[in-house]
């Protein structure tokens, strides 16, 4: 089943069903549908990640209700849309870099004997359509197309063979990166040094765009393998408006698969309801081409993985940014 996030006319997050490529709406699924009240789709899908009854299965019940009583769909550009897992219902982000093996290898690396991670705060996610802030002091801002697992029970110290079963869903999530703050060598300017970590370089407001498709688990085998590309499109210049692919790639060949990572980090680190997971980037990143090529004002970043779906973000400077201070 694949759900939609999407703000209503009152501009309250909310989210529906997607059946054949349109929108039943919440409303539609609790008028038509009769949906348990207990799943309130004005609270966004994330609220209901870990609900002890089968929220799911209720959600196919009252969709097919729904569409046996007449119930119309939308289209989905008649609303707007909001990240399936927004800053309020995201818990723990946790990033694993160097995950894919052509990544490595573009990078100059030796393949990592163990997951390596790294942590984004709430304060990065937007969602499709949002502005991706580019902060005071960066000049080579990157993109990342990355599958985003969502926990759905609790994992603490769980099994290879258990871990899959900790999986509420995915969603395609944009990994932005700050090469020159993270300190790769081809985004230095003369007398430039990195951070010597990734906190500021990965963490910035905005470095985490969401797309509004939420995939349940028995939607997606991450090991059979799911396209995942990522397109820049340029502001200005001869090409201006037409994508340029920089990934391309396929989730089976990840380094490390989704059970691996969640057995590996929950050894430590607790995972609960709503944390969420990007599993890491294919190459065809902007920082080794050669030249690079990153992210300006003006431009646009596209991430997309076949089943899921989409998000993309124009870029804006930090002068741009139209939210207020505290």
């Not at 348990?36 to 799911?56: C, M, N, S």
Request: net charge negative; glycine share 12%; proline share 7%.
């Amino acid at each position: 089943m694949r759900l939609y996030a999407y703000y209503d006319r009152f501009d309250d997050e909310r989210f529906g069903v997607l059946v054949d490529g349109r929108l039943m709406t919440g409303a539609q699924l609790e008028k038509r549908g009769r949906l348990d009240p207990a799943i309130d789709t004005h609270l966004g899908i994330g609220f209901q990640i870990g609900f002890e009854d089968d929220w799911v299965g209720e959600l196919r019940h009252a969709t097919k209700r729904a569409l046996k009583a007449g119930a119309p769909l939308l289209d989905l550009d008649a609303r707007r849309p909001a990240p399936a897992m927004n800053e309020i219902q995201t818990g723990k982000i946790v990033g694993i870099g160097l995950n894919y093996g052509d990544h490595v290898r573009e990078g100059g690396r030796p393949a990592p004997d163990r997951p390596r991670l790294f942590s984004k705060f709430t304060n990065a996610v937007i969602g499709d359509g949002d502005a991706i802030v580019r902060p005071e002091g960066t000049h080579a801002l990157d993109l990342e197309v990355e599958l985003g697992v969502v926990i759905g029970r609790v994992a603490r110290r769980v099994t290879v063979e258990e871990a899959a079963g900790c999986v509420a869903g995915y969603v395609v999530v944009n990994d932005v990166t700050a090469r020159d703050w993270q300190g790769n060598a081809a985004a230095l300017r003369e007398g430039e040094k990195g951070d010597n970590q990734w906190l500021r370089a990965k963490g910035s407001d905005t470095f985490l765009p969401v797309g509004p498709v939420f995939a349940t688990a028995d939607e997606l085998d991450p090991v059979a393998g799911a396209r995942l590309r990522s397109w820049r499109i340029p502001g200005s210049g001869p090409d201006a408006g037409t994508p340029v692919l920089m990934q391309d790639a396929s989730t089976a060949d990840m380094l490390f698969g989704v059970p691996e990572l969640i057995s590996f980090i929950s050894r430590q680190i607790t995972l609960e309801p709503g944390d969420l997971i990007a599993t890491g980037t294919p190459a065809g990143v902007g920082v080794f081409r050669d030249p690079p090529v990153f992210l300006e004002p003006g431009d646009r970043a596209r991430c997309e993985i076949e089943g899921i779906g989409m998000v993309e973000n124009p870029i804006i400077d930090w002068t741009e940014d139209p939210r207020p201070a505290p």
